[in-house]
Nanobody
Framework: QVQVVESGGGSVQAGGSLRLSCVAS????????MGWFRRTSGHEREAVASIHTGGGTTYYADSVKGRFTISQDNTKRTVYLQMNSLKPEDTAMYYCAADPEGWLRLGQCMDPNGYNYWGQGTQVTVSS
């Protein structure tokens, strides 16, 4: 069973920054998707950013482009989400997801339905 663990959430004022980290215990496919998603009370889960670990192709929601950056380390089991210029509307529970079997193809990394492994989530709160 693959475990996914997030860390780095917290509270920050608008305009501030946070960095989230996500570690997947296994990533045996040679290149796969890992992504960050968020959910607020009463809303659907929203894709925030994702990366295909094979070549490092990244994807972003329009709402975070230019403010958030997703990256990976050399192990391809750890991804980061650097969040700058945070806004109150970024407040949410952030979840990391991994697709170690490689079911998702390049271009599909923003589809939450394709991920089988999810972390417990980390809360991000941005105050105005």
């Amino acid at each position: 069973q693959v475990q996914v663990v997030e860390s780095g959430g917290g509270s920050v004022q608008a305009g501030g920054s946070l960095r989230l980290s996500c570690v997947a215990s296994d990533n045996h496919h040679n290149g796969n998707c890992m992504g960050w998603f968020r959910r607020t009370s009463g809303h659907e889960r929203e894709a925030v950013a994702s990366i295909h670990t094979g070549g490092g192709t990244t994807y972003y929601a329009d709402s975070v482009k230019g403010r958030f950056t997703i990256s990976q380390d050399n192990t391809k089991r750890t991804v980061y989400l650097q969040m700058n210029s945070l806004k109150p509307e970024d407040t949410a529970m952030y979840y990391c997801a991994a697709d170690p079997e490689g079911w998702l193809r390049l271009g599909q990394c923003m589809d939450p339905n394709g991920y089988n492994y999810w972390g417990q989530g980390t809360q991000v709160t941005v105050s105005s």
